[in-house]
């Protein structure tokens, strides 16, 4: 690529190959975000109803601003990270389905309940799917790019 371009991969700030320790750093905040995350987003869908379901957006842009500090940016992380806070919706969504659902006292019964909350609970999915999804993109624009700065050139 040429070293006037300014739209090239080198100066993009993105790291194309992912080193082992970024990787398992974001594992392993993915796996702290699903713990800790899933509970304490779980706890605030269950205080605030639907309204807490903004915390998995906070979830991701707290992960994504840790793992900015951690890591050097690339893809595999933000995938990674990104998946995680999906799957803390999940996890978020199971412990409100275990604390409100009538035989729902184990965490396997829990999860096998999970599609029959998205079938009666059809808006407040809908509501956490939205901010999930602003939590995956906050924490993958935060680890696995960075912005760039375009050089503008007087012609």
């Given at each position: 690529m040429s070293d006037d371009n300014p739209f090239a991969a080198s100066q993009s700030g993105v790291s194309v190959r992912?080193?082992?320790?970024?990787?398992?750093?974001?594992?392993?905040?993915?796996?702290?975000?699903?713990?800790?995350?899933?509970?304490?987003?779980?706890?605030?869908?269950?205080?605030?109803?639907?309204?807490?379901?903004?915390?998995?957006?906070?979830?991701g842009a707290i992960a994504g601003f840790v793992a900015?500090?951690?890591?050097?940016?690339?893809?595999?992380?933000?995938?990674v990270l990104a998946s995680g806070v999906v799957i803390t919706?999940?996890?978020?969504?199971?412990?409100?389905?275990?604390?409100?659902?009538v035989g729902a006292e184990d965490w396997p019964t829990a999860v096998g309940m999970f599609p029959r909350f998205l079938r009666e609970f059809k808006t407040?999915?809908?509501?956490?799917?939205?901010?999930?999804f602003?939590?995956?993109?906050?924490?993958y624009r935060q680890a696995g790019q960075r912005y760039r700065y375009i050089q503008v050139v007087d012609a």
């Open positions: 992912a080193t082992g320790v970024d990787v398992g750093i974001s594992v392993g905040l993915a796996l702290a975000m699903l713990a800790a995350g899933g509970y304490l987003c779980g706890w605030a869908i269950e205080e605030f109803g639907s309204f807490g379901a903004i915390s998995l957006w906070a979830t900015a500090k951690l890591i050097k940016p690339n893809k595999v992380a933000g995938y919706f999940v996890v978020a969504e199971v412990y409100w389905i275990h604390w409100n659902y407040d999915a809908l509501i956490g799917g939205l901010f999930t602003f939590g995956a993109a906050s924490v």
